[in-house]
């Protein structure tokens, strides 16, 4: 399978100054740095510090010499750190950006003054400093990550959780702009819901690979049974988890098959995330379901949704990439009695193990295998969500409005029971009615994509500064705006 998502986050590397300022905190900010992205697994790319005086740039020919690095290994760099050890050069800083062109997330940063220390030589003034290159950023239109504080220091904790955060958000930027969806199987007929544009998607840089069902059964139809793929792929489905004691090897090698058929079309596509029709046609012509061919993708990193949902498939993959966590996409399914901020989400049973967070019972599906026969329905991966933090995300293609859109929030997963067939996860969201109500007026669809622990706030960055797709970030306190005034003509 592709490894995209496992690739190093690379990031390059700025320390901006302003030449009548003292030298060292230039140095220092530099090796801060680079040890800090050596600590937490991250590639650098910046110029040797001799490169340039003080190993910084306080000019426009510094700028130039960057802006050519960085436009060199274009095809690797997935954000910039600019770092102010004093009060930088504006103009350099915004030349570099400008001539390089590399649109990518940047992380601005500004080291603090210390109280005794503001003499001459040896204030640093980069509180100033980071306001001025915000304000050529914005001159020139470009997007930046703020830090936690407006100033903070590079070799504190503090700096160290925004880089990790900011690392997040770079992945999942790079991801969601370059990632190839595989749609197998056509939209199942009954769910309108499941409807998207794929002229939209590639707009934002997503491309949607198709493949026909059919053709898809008949190429696991023709693996042999004594494939050493297939029996690899047997070995795996028989350690994922615990197996009804009727299921009969034929069923399990039927299963294998289909899945390994799955993994070697999305391989040679170079697909990351794929969607599947998943009833009732594969089941009638085949024999066995792809939930667990779909939750085994998933618990990789290769999020495959259901329904050829591939909407949700690109969710589950945005909250893939912020976390490196196993995502699933569930149905906002039932209420929990009268509770008002609890509801529960629910699927047949294609949720990944690490999302359940406990070892699932394999059998078949139980709707379904009621209306056609559970011999030909084996292949759900089903239990209850073990409780803990969770975070939901929901991507949808308007065609009406011309673009992406979305919305996504925070919640938890509780214990609470629920005596359901298949995936279960009992939830509970602060003010859930309002986050149902804009998603009804809005034109949402019924999934919901989810992933273990809270990432909201990487995600929200992500897609709302740097994809430029309109959001709706529930429970979040709403960033201050200008309030431009109506005159009267």
Not at 366 to 379: H, M, P, Q
């Amino acid at each position: 399978m592709p490894a995209s998502i496992h690739r190093k986050v690379n990031l390059g590397l700025v320390v901006a100054s302003r030449a009548f300022f003292s030298p060292e905190p230039c140095a220092a900010a530099r090796n801060d740095v680079s040890k800090l992205f050596s600590d937490l697994g991250i590639e650098l790319t910046t110029l040797p510090f001799a490169a340039t005086p003080n190993g910084a740039v306080q000019s426009i020919e510094d700028a130039v010499l960057y802006a050519e690095h960085f436009k060199h290994n274009r095809d690797s760099i997935d954000g910039l750190v600019i770092c102010l050890p004093n009060f930088g050069d504006e103009i350099a800083i915004a030349e570099l950006i400008n001539r390089a062109k590399l649109n990518i997330p940047i992380l601005l940063q500004a080291s603090n003054d210390e109280i005794d220390k503001v003499d001459v030589h040896s204030r640093r003034d980069a509180f100033c400093g980071k306001i001025s290159v915000s304000n050529n950023f914005w001159q020139y239109g470009v997007p930046y990550t703020e830090t936690t504080s407006h100033t903070v220091d590079t070799d504190g904790l503090e700096f160290r959780s925004d880089v990790e955060r900011f690392a997040r958000i770079c992945r999942t930027v790079r991801g969601l702009r370059n990632a190839r969806i595989g749609a197998i199987g056509a939209r199942t007929g009954p769910f309108q819901t499941m409807r998207y544009s794929e002229k939209l998607l590639q707009a934002s840089g997503v491309t949607v690979v198709t493949a026909d069902l059919s053709e898809m059964i008949s190429a696991a139809e023709k693996i042999s049974d004594n494939d050493e793929d297939i029996l690899n792929v047997f070995k795996k489905i028989k350690a994922y988890g615990r197996i009804d004691s009727h299921i009969t090897s034929s069923q399990i090698l039927k299963q294998a098959k289909w899945t390994s058929a799955v993994n070697r079309w999305i391989d040679k596509n170079g697909c990351d995330i794929s969607a599947i029709q998943c009833w009732r046609s594969l089941q009638d012509n085949f024999g066995c379901a792809t939930c667990l061919t779909m939750s085994m993708a998933g618990e990789e990193l290769m999020p495959s949704a259901c329904e050829v949902d591939v909407m949700g498939a690109l969710s589950m993959y945005g909250l893939a990439l912020a976390s490196m966590a196993p995502p699933a996409i569930l149905d906002w399914n039932n209420n929990y009695g009268s509770e008002a901020d609890m509801c529960v989400c629910t699927h047949c049973g294609n949720f990944p193990k690490s999302f359940m967070g406990k070892t699932p019972n394999i059998g078949e599906l139980d709707v379904l295998g009621e209306a056609i026969g559970r011999s030909k329905c084996f292949g759900a991966v089903k239990g209850n969500v073990k409780s803990g933090p969770m975070t939901y995300l929901r991507l949808s293609s308007d065609d009406r409005a011309g673009t992406i859109k979305c919305y996504l929030g925070q919640g938890d997963f509780t214990d609470d029971p629920f005596p359901m067939d298949g995936g279960i996860a009992v939830t509970k969201v602060p003010n859930l009615r309002q986050l149902m109500r804009f998603v009804g007026q809005n034109g949402f669809e019924h999934h919901v994509a989810m992933v273990r622990g809270h990432y909201a706030d990487a995600v929200n960055e992500a897609i709302t500064k740097y994809l430029c797709w309109p959001t709706y970030h529930h429970g979040s306190e709403p960033e201050p705006q200008l309030q431009y005034p109506v005159r009267f003509k």
